[in-house]
């Protein structure tokens, strides 16, 4: 299983990017995403989960302002992003586990991850 993350890059605040999350080889529709970011000197954080089952958690950081969704025609997860603050600066990454359809955990221990994708929005 592989997963590719694009769409990072430099941003205003207040403004807005799509990271885009695919996922190759496995079943996708059998996979919770979530993504995750991080900075120099701290931990990496979930940012929101897209379930199997179609749910969606969200880190209070960002409700309101960030969407997860996720297209299974073509193996894809997304993050919209809008409202961004220079706080959400940081790599993101997206990470994939095989879950029940009643599991909805993804975290820093699942098994697959893309390699990250630089968000930058300046004051």
């Known amino acids: 299983v592989q997963l590719q993350a ?5 941003v205003q605040a207040g403004g807005s990017l ?6 190759s080889g496995g079943t996708f529709s059998r996979f919770s995403v979530g993504w995750f970011r991080q900075t120099p000197g701290k931990e990496r954080e979930s940012v ?9 958690n ?5 409700k309101g302002r960030f969407t997860i ?14 409202s961004l603050k220079p706080e959400d600066t940081a790599t993101y990454y997206c990470a994939a586990r ?4 009643t599991d909805c955990l993804v975290t820093t221990e699942a098994p697959y991850w ?3 994708t630089l968000v930058t929005v300046s004051s």
């Open 6 to 10: 694009s769409g990072g890059g430099l």
């Open 18 to 23: 799509r990271l885009s999350c695919r996922v």
């Open 48 to 56: 929101p989960v897209m379930c199997r089952s179609g749910g969606r």
């Open 58 to 62: 969200y880190a209070d950081s960002v």
């Open 69 to 82: 969704s996720r297209d299974n025609a073509v193996n894809t997860v997304y993050l919209q992003m809008s």
């Open 98 to 101: 095989s879950t029940i359809l």
């Open 114 to 116: 893309g390699q990250g």
